[in-house]
């Protein structure tokens, strides 16, 4: 939910706290603050609003000499954005400064103790209270006070911390939220997360929960929380450093958008040889998977969007019950589980704190968990008992696209493989598939070209206050998707309806002019959701239809067309979302929003 970065080395270490900061934004931009050692004390710069004004009112950093610094970028959670709000906050004499990405869940009780013993508090949030916490713990030994503080927190984090009397030293501790560790030439650097650090090193450690950093100029030392000294294995990160940046495109989800049909490649074609399904990381024998009596899909946002899609797929091939679920929901409901139960986590971040604490509900009763995630060494991705990787690369857009995508692709090589392991697909039906499979990067491209006729279509709609998206089954879920994307960078309402389901209420919205889009991708279901078309046709509704190449008959009930190359009737999402991602699009920058960064929103959603 926020960002936090620090650099100790030979460099002034101000420009570098910036670059990481800027590479970090994704993760919340309303506020930003930069402290830096001088050689004498601390000097520290906050501001409320984007990072650009934090390098303004730094020259880019140049007003802050140094070599040591901590840096933050916020996406507010305990008080509202403010100059007094912004990381980093400080201790009652500016001797300890620390910066947080994280929810102190306890902080009103340790605020409430501190300013019985004097403290004061300039800030509303729960940060400030770390601060002045580590200043009543401080006897002049940094770790020693860190891990008092840890036993004292309820919550998640991921702090920098600088002590003034130990200026040739920065600290990190992490429970719960994101934190890295990056040893390059000229020094080393913690981050939330990996892009703020590409720039200047491949080897990065993935601090695990109740560990603690020491960064000198020298290298770096770990520590559990009983001070003993433990060793960590880097990790070389295969990114390049323009995955991370934008490669020419106007806006990051128009790359990312564009990544597609690669990435969706990249996850699928790994895990097929020689006309199977190879799934290594899944860690489950073929009695293993012929023993599973239900699956739970559980995820937020567009990475639930993918569970119902795929519930359709697993229980269509496989023959396997399928229950999806939203984080949110399943992790307080008591589920009912049992030992024949599989339950698949999926998360873009693999920090979303709903999604990750539905994983520790469901670990804590000995139940199997298989993570679906996008970010190498994630919380989710070393927490589920297996981890199958979405390789879709560093996405940096605030509404996912091409993570989207190959989580979808990873759950149809799970249902299919899960099918042919049981016995309900045949190896020549298996095959068939995959051919479909390995078609779609290449139709997507082809849909992707598509994009200045839907551009034209969005430009007609970018005073539309409520849209609709109607479809049934797979189409539904699509709808569900698209509506979601249109609301969450153009601001615009919109509502997803199962087709057949309209007509008990939600009809009555309808006005002339309003637009429904209405997705016909199973054969099986056409006719029913032409006639809902023609429902709410009849009502005065512009109707925009998605549907596969030939049914020209949907002409008849529909204002505007796009058509879909064939594909297997279980793999429609993917080519279906394409248009509709693009005309999200098109409607949000015609209507000036920031499409990477939508107000409210932020990349990872790490708190409850
Ligand atoms: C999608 O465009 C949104 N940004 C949001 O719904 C997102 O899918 C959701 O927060 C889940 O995130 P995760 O995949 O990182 O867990």
Redesign the pocket.
């Known amino acids: 939910m926020c960002g936090i970065v620090g650099y100790i080395g030979e460099e002034q270490a101000a420009p570098i706290l910036l670059d990481g900061l800027s590479k970090l934004e994704y993760r919340g931009y309303d506020s930003a603050g930069v402290a830096v050692y001088n050689g004498e004390e601390i000097q520290m710069v906050k501001s409320m609003g984007r990072l650009k004004v934090l390098n303004e009112l730094t020259h880019d950093g140049a007003m802050l000499p140094g070599t040591v610094g901590i840096g933050h970028t916020r996406w507010a959670t305990h008080g509202v954005p403010s100059d007094a709000n912004a990381h980093p906050h400080l201790n009652k004499t500016g001797s300890i400064v620390v910066v947080h990405n994280g929810i102190i869940e306890n902080y009103v009780k340790l605020k409430q103790q501190l300013t019985r013993r004097g403290y004061e508090f300039r800030s509303e949030t729960d940060t400030e209270v770390v601060a002045h916490l580590l200043d009543y713990y401080y006897r002049g030994n940094p770790l020693e006070a860190i891990t008092r503080l840890m036993h004292r927190l309820e919550g998640s984090y991921a702090f920098g911390i600088m002590f003034q009397d130990h200026p040739d030293e920065i600290y990190a501790v992490r429970k719960d939220s994101p934190l890295i560790v990056g040893h390059a030439d000229t020094g080393s650097l913690i981050a939330s997360d990996v892009p703020a650090v590409l720039k200047y090193t491949r080897s990065v450690y993935f601090i695990e929960n109740g560990e603690i950093v020491r960064l000198t100029r020298e290298g770096m030392q770990f520590y559990n929380i009983d001070e003993e000294e433990i060793s960590k294995e880097p990790v070389t990160i295969a990114w390049d450093v323009n995955a991370a940046e934008k490669g020419g495109y106007e806006h990051f989800m128009l790359k990312e958008m564009y990544e597609q049909p690669k990435v969706v490649r990249d996850t699928f074609s790994p895990r097929l040889k020689n006309g199977d399904i190879v799934i290594e990381e899944l860690g489950m024998t073929d009695q293993e998977i012929r023993d599973i009596g239900k699956l739970y899909i559980v ?5 639930y969007h993918t569970g119902m899609t795929c519930k359709y797929v697993f229980e269509g091939l496989a023959r396997i019950p399928v229950e999806v679920d939203l984080a949110s929901e399943f992790r307080y409901r008591n589920p009912i589980l049992d030992e024949k139960t599989l339950v698949i986590i ?7 704190a709903d ?1 990750l604490a539905a994983l520790r509900e469901v670990k804590k009763r000995g139940i199997r968990v298989l993570g679906i995630v996008n970010v190498v060494g994630s919380s989710i991705a070393r927490e589920a008992d297996n981890v199958m990787y979405t390789w879709a690369g560093p996405e940096i857009a ?3 696209t091409k ?2 995508s190959t989580q979808l692709i990873a759950q149809y090589l799970l249902a299919m493989k899960f099918a042919k392991v049981r016995g309900e697909i045949s190896q020549e039906t298996l095959e068939v598939m995959l051919e479909d499979l390995e078609r779609l990067p290449e139709q997507m491209e082809m849909l992707l070209s598509n994009k200045e006729r839907i551009q034209r279509f969005a430009n007609r709609y970018l005073a539309a206050k409520d849209v609709f998206f109607i479809g049934r089954g797979i189409d539904y879920a699509i709808s569900m998707e698209s509506s ?2 249109l609301k ?1 960078i153009s601001y615009i309402h919109s509502e997803a309806y199962a087709a057949g389901e309209l007509k008990h209420g939600t009809i009555s919205l309808i006005e002339d002019g309003t637009l429904v889009a209405a997705v016909l991708t199973q054969e099986d279901l056409f006719k029913k959701t032409m006639s809902n078309m023609v429902e709410v046709k009849t009502r005065g509704a512009c109707v925009l239809a998605v549907t596969v190449v030939g049914n020209t008959e949907v002409e008849k009930n529909a204002d505007y067309v796009i058509y879909i190359p064939k594909t297997n009737q279980y793999f429609t999402n993917s080519l279906a979302i394409i248009p509709l991602q693009l005309f999200a699009y098109y409607v949000s920058i015609g209507k000036g929003c920031d499409v990477d960064k939508p107000r409210n ?1 932020a ?3 790490t708190v409850e």
């Open positions: 995820a937020c946002g567009s990475a999926v998360s873009q971040s693999g920090e979303t999604s605030v509404a996912t993570a989207y979601l994307k969450e929103l990349k990872s959603v």
